[in-house]
């Protein structure tokens, strides 16, 4: 009896999430039905009733996107795609443009040459200057990626800027004692950096709170319950997506028995990686959200 | 060859029950539990005989204080007319759909 409650209660969670999940692919302009949809779930009997009644919001959305997708004028839909390319292209080689000229004149400037290994002369022997051109110069590139509303390559330079903080702070502590083992320390950084990023951008909050017909509602409060939890804890949601993708990439780097310079701070490399870059792309999620409100943003 | 638009059995039993009382406004839970038919499939034909203009669509406040407003739908005068016009035609069709599934009668 215990188990059958059990079961409706997760029955009916679900057919709220399904909703909750099912609103995020409707533009706000197109949600009446859904609306309409979800308001008459409240009618069910029991969490399974409410579970099959919700389910029927799959093929309605896919209605609703079809019909606003044959409604927009030709012009409109080609046109929408490439000005995402571009603004994505050019905020992702505007960021390289950035920072290659930036090392070079670096090297002529301080009259050192781009070493990475124990050679004499390298930029080991100027890593403060390196590391800020390195991390600047990403970060710069995130912050030409949001101002060209370009979201991908935010993410893109998201993901760098971790690797390059994290890199350089790893560097100053340990400095490079065994090349190779270091190179499986970067990939286990870059690849805890890009869960931590895919993660976070997955479970970022909805951009469309509001409604814009009738009367004013979200699924959520509509529906007697309440948000998400993730999105009423966003910065627990981003440690969720950190500790994820650290999971994720020391088991990988496990199984593929690549070992990892044998100190701990590596490990706290790949964790603060996938941590940092979890709550970064929360950040930009969030400008997003605001700049998709305003209707400015160009998305994915 | 391509059916007619609106002559699906499932939107043709739609249009009957919402023409047994034209005028009144109807809900798509009780809608959905009068045809037999699940969500999904109910609520893409009201969508689309609202966007012909034979559905007329209102937010209705709740019966009971805490729940959301409710969607509800009636035919307009044109809708009402054309749908009368489709149950006549597809009622040869229909009767013979009925039997075939009568015990006995193949």
């Not at chain 1, 690797?163 to 690849?191: E, F, H, K």
């Not at chain 1, 044998?262 to 490399?269: E, Q």
């Not at chain 2, 039993?13 to 809608?31: C, D, F, I, K």
Request: charged content about 15%; overall charge positive.
């Amino acid at each position: 009896m215990q188990m059958h409650g059990f079961l409706g209660r997760l029955a009916d969670v679900l057919a709220r999430q399904l909703l909750s999940w099912l609103h995020r692919r409707v533009e706000p302009g197109s949600r009446e039905w859904l609306d309409a949809l979800t308001a008459e779930s409240e009618c069910a009997d029991d969490g399974w009733q409410r579970l099959l009644w919700a389910l029927g919001g799959v093929p309605l959305v896919w209605t609703i996107n079809k019909r606003r997708q044959m409604n927009e004028p030709a012009r409109g839909t080609m046109r929408a795609p490439i000005v995402r390319g571009v603004a994505n292209i050019a905020a992702i080689a505007g960021g390289f443009a950035v920072i290659i000229p930036a090392t070079y004149l670096a090297t002529y400037f301080f009259r050192c040459h781009l070493f990475f290994g124990n050679q004499p002369g390298g930029c080991q022997e100027h890593p403060f200057v390196f590391a800020s051109i390195a991390i600047c110069g990403t970060v710069l590139g995130m912050i030409i990626a949001l101002a060209l509303r370009a979201r991908f390559a935010a993410f893109w330079w998201a993901v760098v800027s971790v690797c390059n903080t994290v890199g350089s702070v790893w560097y100053l502590r340990s400095g490079i004692a065994d090349l190779p083992r270091y190179g499986a320390t970067q990939s286990a950084m870059l690849m805890a950096a890009t869960f931590g990023v895919v993660l976070a951008a997955i479970m970022r909050d909805t951009p469309w709170t509001e409604t814009d017909h009738g009367p004013s509602h979200h699924v959520g409060d509509s529906a007697g319950a309440p948000a998400p939890f993730l999105s009423r804890h966003r910065i627990t949601a981003y440690l969720i997506a950190g500790t994820i993708s650290f999971a994720m990439a020391d088991s990988l780097t496990r199984m593929r028995d690549r070992h990892l310079v044998a100190d701990n701070v590596n490990h706290y490399a790949v964790l603060g990686s996938a941590m940092f870059a979890a709550i970064l792309a929360g950040l930009i999620g969030r400008h997003g959200s605001r700049l998709s409100a305003k209707g400015t943003i160009v998305r994915l | 060859m391509p059916r007619l638009p609106n002559t699906s059995p499932q939107t043709l039993s739609v249009l009957e029950l919402l023409l047994e009382s034209p005028r009144s406004w109807h809900y798509g839970y009780a809608l959905s539990q009068l045809t037999g038919l699940k969500s999904g499939t109910l609520y893409p034909i009201l969508l689309r005989l609202a966007d012909q203009g034979w559905l007329e669509t209102r937010w209705a406040e709740p019966e009971q204080p805490g729940r959301p407003p409710r969607h509800t739908y009636r035919l307009t005068g044109e809708g009402a007319k054309t749908a009368r016009t489709k149950l006549a035609e597809a009622a040869p069709l229909r009767m013979t759909r009925r039997l075939a599934f009568v015990p006995g009668s193949r």
